[in-house]
């Protein structure tokens, strides 16, 4: 499927969801799964591309791996913090997690790895990763861009200086990664971050994961602490639902002042993007916790416009965007400027493809000023990039004629979106 063209829905409709589980929290799991020592339970797991490049890493790392797609199950054997081989090749393909993640923890190895990426990956930051892990002593060989993948690292095995500095402005999974994997350095490991930006979100989930896994994390000033011999439990894990997934179908109730559950997403929910309910309220819609979900009922009088700041959530500015052009004020969405250097240049292609359906937006250097109009009929280029694929479909369950070039890139991480939307009537 190359294009998709989008069929407007109805309007005041109840429709109910499922989705699948958190793409997050799955890649997390599976690292911490292979840190730990014997046999971890993954239940909810994520079949997407992002989680097959990140199992099959860890299957050419030596790892067991069992996997039961149809019961969303996957069981991996850990063997305390230590690399089954020391050697391999693995394709981290375009997931950011894989690449962070997996990066790491085979640069705190004793092995000598190669990592592949996609052309896309090939472009994203992971300099400050590098750096961190060469002032502990691995060896980086740049295989063909110096400071981007691909590479062919020695890791620095058993370390002698417990001290490291980190720059996490341009993404968090730097240091998501140093935290999980920080736990094969025996004797503990001080991060500190020298960033103006020093926690979010995705912190927050890892740093919880990691509890439950049986590490607990010190933070102080800047600085995390893992303690000496920390080391992961093998658990049976329940994953969440994606809520990332979930807030397509919420946007959805706000356009078509429909009523809209997705099961199992609540709001105690770990992740970051639980937020954006609370973005959807302000502007105009109720939401609802109910026994088997969140559910969210859109104004029928119209949509507020809103100004927020999205940093800890950014995932969902694509989502926020495409609902704004259909409210009645100016809508303006700040502090996302890292959002430039992840699967495409998402500030530049929001303000492009919105202006290209009529739209009138100010793309700043880290914001959007979005103003009210209905969107024209065209084609969207999704730039390979799975949330303005998913997002802009929103805008043709508004309006006629609007095309998805490249749909398909969903399968990042949610495989049968256009399915769903399919069904949609």
Known sequence: MQRYEVKPMSKNLNLTFTVPGSKSITNRALLMAALSKGCTTLSGVLFSDDSRYFLESLKNLGFEVDIDEDACIVKVVGHGGKLPQNYGEVMVGSAGTAARFITCMCGLSKGTYTINASEQMKKRPMQPLFDALISLGAKIEFLENENYLPVKITGCGDISKKIVELDISRSTQFLSAFLMAGCMVKDGMDIHITSEK???????????????????????????????????????????????????????????????????????????????????????????????????VGPSEGLNGIEVDMNNFSDQTMTLAVIAPFAKSITHIKNVGHIRVQESDRLSAIATELTKLGVRCIEGIDDIVIYPGIPQAGVVETYEDHRMAMAFTLIGLMVEGIVIDDPLCCRKTFENYFEIIDQIK
């Open 198 to 296: 020093k926690y979010g979100s995705y912190i927050r989930i890892t740093m919880e994961m990691m509890k439950s896994f049986g590490v607990e994390i010190e933070f102080d000033k800047g600085t995390y602490r893992i303690s000496p011999n920390s080391s992961y439990s093998a658990i049976s894990y329940q994953i969440e639902p994606d809520v990332s997934a979930a807030c397509y179908f919420y946007g959805m109730a706000a356009l078509s002042a429909s009523k809209v559950k997705v099961k199992n997403v609540f709001k105690s929910s770990l992740q970051g993007d639980i937020a954006f309910l609370n973005v959807l309220e302000d502007m105009g819609c109720n939401v609802y916790e109910e026994s088997d979900g969140i559910a969210v």
